[in-house]
C-alpha cells in the first residue's frame, strides 16, 4: 500500500520503556526517520536511521529497523512525563524526489 | 536564527472566504514545503519548492488551493474559496538540499485553521 502505518496511541508508566512501531512501504527508502510534535507545535526531528543499518542508539532511544519486513521502531528507555508527544515516522521514497511521507502519527501518553 | 515563521497562528473564517497562510523559512534554506495535518488523514504533504519552483504540488487537493514562493524568504497558501472540510493544521517546513537526505526538516508552529 501507500500508507506510512503507525498505532494510533500507546499508554505507559513513567519509568517504563515505550516502544512505537511503523511499517513503512519504499523498500528502497535510504533513510527513515522518527520526528516528535509536542503540543501546539510543529515536527522535530528526533533521529535517524540509514537503511543499510539494523539498529541505532542515541542515548535514551534505540532504533530498530527490520529491512525485510519494512518495519521501523523507536524504544524510548525510562520514559519520562516530558517525552509525552506524538511520534511520527517518516521515510524518504527514492522515487519521487526524495519527498518525505510520514505515518499517521502515535500519541504517547505518560502516566506518572 | 529565529526558525521557520508562520503567520497566522490561529484563524476562524467563515465558509466562501478567502484564507491566506504565510511561511518565512530559515535564511538560506533551498527547500519549503507545506503540510496539512487533519486527525483523519495524518500529515500530507500538499506541494514543495526548490530555490523558488514549485517542483511537486500532486499533493494539493483541488484548484481552490495554490501556493506562490516569490522569493527565497516568503511563500503563501491560499485557499480560495474555503470550505469547512479544509479546517486542518497547515505546517511550512524548510530545508538545506545538503541535509534533506538526513531528514532535517525544520518545522514552524504551524497555523490552524477552522473553516465554519
Known amino acids: 500500500g501507500e500508507d506510512v502505518e503507525q498505532s494510533l496511541f500507546l499508554s505507559v508508566r513513567e519509568g517504563d520503556s515505550s516502544v512505537i512501531n511503523c511499517t513503512y512501504t519504499d523498500s528502497s527508502s535510504t533513510y527513515l526517520y522518527w520526528y516528535k510534535q509536542e503540543p501546539g507545535a510543529g515536527l522535530q526531528l528526533l533521529t535517524y536511521?540509514?537503511?543499510?543499518?539494523d539498529m541505532k542508539q542515541d542515548q535514551r532511544l534505540t532504533v530498530l529497523l527490520n529491512k525485510k519486513d519494512k518495519h521501523l521502531s523507536l524504544r524510548i528507555a525510562d520514559t519520562q512525563t516530558g517525552d509525552s508527544a506524538i511520534y511520527f515516522c517518516a521515510e524518504s521514497r527514492v522515487n519521487t524526489g526524495n519527498q518525505f511521507y510520514f505515518g499517521t502519527g502515535t500519541s504517547l501518553t505518560v502516566i506518572p | 536564527d529565529a526558525g521557520v515563521i508562520q503567520s497566522p497562528r490561529h484563524e476562524v473564517t467563515e465558509m466562501g472566504q478567502e484564507v491566506t497562510l504565510r511561511c518565512k523559512p530559515i535564511s538560506g534554506h533551498d527547500y519549503l514545503f507545506w503540510y496539512r495535518q487533519t486527525m483523519m488523514r495524518g500529515l500530507e504533504l500538499l506541494i514543495y519548492f526548490n530555490n523558488n519552483v514549485p517542483i511537486d504540488d500532486s499533493g494539493m487537493p483541488e484548484d481552490r488551493f495554490s501556493a506562490k514562493m516569490p522569493n527565497a524568504s516568503f511563500s503563501t497558501l491560499k485557499i480560495q474559496p474555503s470550505e469547512p472540510r479544509d479546517s486542518a493544521v497547515y505546517f511550512c517546513?524548510?530545508?538545506?538540499?545538503?541535509?534533506?537526505?538526513?531528514?532535517?526538516?525544520?518545522f514552524g508552529e504551524g497555523s490552524r485553521l477552522t473553516v465554519l
Open positions: 536511521i540509514f537503511s543499510n543499518m
Open positions: 517546513a524548510s530545508s538545506l538540499a545538503g541535509t534533506l537526505d538526513t531528514g532535517e526538516l525544520f
